[in-house]
């Protein structure tokens, strides 16, 4: 499945408000894709109707020249979602966590699930917290879980809102170096962010401002 993302004068808004106009995008696939803005300037707004939270009014997104609609008629969606503060279930454990997403889509056979969360875990460099509640984890740990959770059902895209804001630089410098690692395999990476020197390695940025791309 192709990771390139087109987002095609995509207008969205709530009821007959438009908040974005005219937002028309190309992704290339295997890259790190930054997206850049201050508050309010509308990042928010396009991750959520990259991933299907909020539809757009007007225009087309697409994902290997699919729509969203397309893609889940396979089982699974074409991205996964890394968020801000990890956002793990705090009463599971870090490998239940990372099972969770394929305990939804059933992209994997149960008997599977458990060892492809535990080599994930592996992949991003935790597998001895496997059996740790995230409150016992440091944020950077957090976030490699998270970082694993949203791989589980293999996807293509990895939607990442804001994913070194509560990090200090090192810790998100190691994030970066493991996002590169991802493109490497042909994956591609959005980042959402208001914090333009964070983002290292990214091969393209572009800047919103009031809902437009600057």
């Known amino acids: 499945m192709s990771a390139a993302v087109s987002i095609d004068q995509v207008a969205v808004g709530y009821g007959s408000t438009p908040v974005q106009s005219g937002i028309d995008v190309r992704i290339p696939q295997g890259e790190i894709f930054a997206v850049v803005g201050d508050s309010g300037s509308g990042k928010s707004t396009l991750l959520r109707t990259v991933i299907g939270l909020m539809p757009a009014q007007s225009g087309e997104i697409l994902f290997g020249g699919a729509t969203l609609e ?10 996964g979602v890394l968020f801000q503060n990890g956002a793990l279930w705090s009463s599971m454990t870090t490998l239940e966590n990372v099972m969770l997403p394929m305990d939804f889509s059933c992209a994997f ?14 992949r991003v460099g935790v597998p001895e917290q496997a059996d740790k509640l995230p409150s016992t984890l440091s944020g950077g740990q957090q976030q490699r879980v998270a970082i694993a959770r949203a791989l589980a059902n293999d996807p293509p895209l990895i939607v990442a809102d804001e994913p070194t804001g509560n990090l200090d630089s090192a810790t998100g410098a190691e994030i970066f170096r493991l996002f590169a690692r991802l493109t490497a395999e042909g994956r591609t990476i959005v980042v959402v962010t208001h914090e333009r020197d964070t983002v290292t390695g990214a091969a393209r940025t572009v800047t919103l401002a009031d809902g437009c791309v600057a």
């Open 70 to 79: 397309e893609r889940m008629r396979h089982g699974r969606p074409p991205f």
């Open 109 to 122: 056979p149960a008997r599977e699930r458990q060892a492809r969360a535990l080599e994930l875990l592996t």
